[in-house]
């Protein structure tokens, strides 16, 4: 088990292209929306994951990650998640020292772009970069896990 620590912002511009370093082509979809534990199967290029995530507390929750065999990942996607399937291209940006994750979402919300940093505890300072605008860390709004889900 590690610690996932990371704030997550909106997206002002498309500055963050520029400066990064590769572009994923991400499909993942929930197969547990629980709060106490959410559970999600991704396809990350040719790579795929399962992922338990526990309750947030703050900008911190558990978390465990695992490799799974491809066809088990779009079997899952296909048959199994609860609510609907998440597309997105995920930027790696480095900057001032950290690496900053950004993504932008064809699907369920096309045209939404967030970008997450992941800190080693919850008092790290870090540079914000300019194309960095409003903190969304801790709204549910922004959960992947609730994209597309009627509220």
């Known amino acids: 088990m590690s610690k996932e620590i990371e ?11 520029s400066i990064a370093t590769s572009c994923d082509h991400i499909v993942q979809g929930y197969l547990s929306r629980n709060v106490d534990a959410t559970v999600r199967v991704r396809l990350r ?15 911190e929750r558990d978390e465990w990650e695992y490799a799974i065999p491809l ?3 779009r079997s899952m996607l296909q048959r199994l998640v609860d609510g609907p399937v998440i597309d997105k291209q995920r ?13 932008e979402f ?18 790290e300072e870090f540079d ?19 994209l597309g889900v009627k509220k």
């Open 7 to 17: 704030r997550k912002f909106l997206v002002v511009n498309q500055s963050y292209k």
């Open 45 to 59: 290029n040719d790579k795929s994951f399962l992922t338990v995530k526990g309750r947030n507390h703050g900008i």
């Open 71 to 73: 066809d088990d990942a």
């Open 91 to 103: 930027y790696i940006v480095p900057y001032s020292g950290k690496v900053w994750e950004v993504d």
């Open 106 to 123: 064809s699907s369920p919300d096309a045209g939404l772009v967030v970008a997450e940093v992941e800190l080693s505890s919850v008092d």
């Open 128 to 146: 914000i970069p300019p194309f960095i605008g409003e903190e969304v860390t801790g709204d549910p709004r922004y959960y992947n896990s609730m």
